[in-house]
């Protein structure tokens, strides 16, 4: 049960923040508006090490605040299937509530950017991603290599030759990784490597009110960040263990 509440509030905390940055960077009349994507990757850095030193303080050892990354640990013997199940489904809900605070905290700036239909997209952009270029098998191909360099980078962070890391020490190697990704691989994307981080806010961007422009689901987009994900994470895991890394 701690593990699973720590699942859900870190990654509560991390899509609040990286949600956050998102909002703060796109919508109008912000402090913030047109920081740029150094401060969306440099945010999203920040959001994932503040959301596992939540995770691990709440009693879950592995915060992985990511299905991707749970679904590798299973392959690897960390989690039962049952354990994987559950454990996505409360990072699952964790981005949903965290893409309604986000909501609330932004309200007056998601009703004042209201202006033109693309606004509606700028909207949505908050809590999910889309790609630079509408090619769908592209954006496949780079959410699976960037959730493979996630996860096969976190395994050689962790591995016996660079360890043991002090206590409190990995999260900011992690922050550093999702940092680097972000600033090489997240460009065509957006690099959402995370079906939590991805579906649970687009579910949220679904059922809230957003004013005269609202963009819809984008079904035919929103499968990518959901399944490429764990396909490169069971990949990272395959070269992983092929390396006897895992």
Same mark, same amino acid.
């Given at each position: 049960?701690?593990?699973? +509440?720590?699942?859900?509030? !870190? %990654?509560?905390?991390?899509?609040?923040? !990286?949600?956050?940055?998102?909002?703060?960077?796109?919508?109008?009349? +912000?402090?913030?508006?047109?920081?740029? @994507?150094?401060?969306?990757?440099?945010? @999203?850095?920040?959001?994932?090490?503040?959301?596992?030193?939540?995770?691990?303080?709440?009693?879950?050892?592995?915060? &992985?605040?990511?299905?991707?990354?749970?679904?590798?640990?299973?392959?690897?013997?960390?989690? +039962?299937?049952?354990?994987?199940?559950?454990?996505?489904?409360?990072?699952?809900?964790?981005?949903?509530?965290?893409?309604?605070? =986000?909501?609330?905290?932004?309200?007056?700036?998601?009703?004042?950017?209201?202006?033109?239909?693309? &606004? *509606?997209?700028?909207?949505?952009? =908050?809590?999910?991603?889309?790609?630079?270029?509408?090619?769908?098998?592209?954006?496949?191909? +780079?959410e699976v290599i960037a959730t493979f360099f996630?996860?096969? =980078?976190?395994?050689?962070?962790?591995?016996?030759?660079?360890?043991?890391?002090?206590? *409190?020490?990995?999260?900011?190697?992690?922050? #550093?990784?999702? @940092?680097?990704?972000?600033?090489?691989?997240?460009?065509? %994307?957006?690099y959402a490597m995370n079906l939590a981080r991805?579906?649970?806010?687009? #579910?949220?961007?679904?059922?809230?009110?957003? !004013?005269?422009?609202?963009? &819809?689901? &984008?079904?035919?987009?929103?499968?990518?960040?959901?399944?490429?994900?764990?396909?490169?994470?069971?990949?990272?895991? =395959?070269?992983?263990?092929?390396?006897?890394?895992?």
């Amino acid at each position: 049960m701690d593990n699973l +509440t720590g699942e859900f509030i !870190g %990654t509560v905390v991390m899509l609040v923040f !990286g949600c956050g940055v998102n909002a703060n960077m796109s919508l109008k009349k +912000t402090c913030g508006n047109g920081g740029g @994507w150094i401060c969306i990757a440099t945010g @999203w850095a920040f959001a994932v090490l503040l959301g596992v030193y939540t995770s691990v303080a709440l009693g879950a050892p592995q915060a &992985d605040l990511n299905p991707s990354v749970t679904l590798a640990k299973t392959l690897a013997g960390v989690y +039962t299937w049952p354990q994987f199940l559950m454990t996505s489904l409360v990072q699952l809900a964790g981005g949903v509530v965290a893409g309604i605070i =986000v909501y609330i905290a932004y309200r007056q700036h998601f009703l004042a950017t209201n202006d033109k239909p693309e &606004d *509606g997209l700028t909207k949505r952009g =908050v809590f999910c991603t889309a790609p630079a270029i509408r090619d769908i098998p592209s954006a496949f191909i +780079t959410e699976v290599i960037a959730t493979f360099f996630l996860m096969f =980078v976190i395994w050689m962070i962790f591995a016996k030759p660079n360890g043991p890391l002090p206590a *409190g020490f990995g999260p900011y190697c992690v922050g #550093i990784l999702i @940092w680097a990704i972000g600033l090489s691989l997240g460009g065509p %994307t957006g690099y959402a490597m995370n079906l939590a981080r991805d579906l649970g806010p687009r #579910i949220a961007h679904a059922i809230l009110p957003m !004013g005269k422009y609202k963009a &819809d689901f &984008d079904a035919g987009y929103a499968w990518v960040p959901v399944v490429a994900p764990l396909v490169g994470a069971a990949l990272a895991f =395959v070269v992983a263990h092929a390396l006897a890394i895992v």
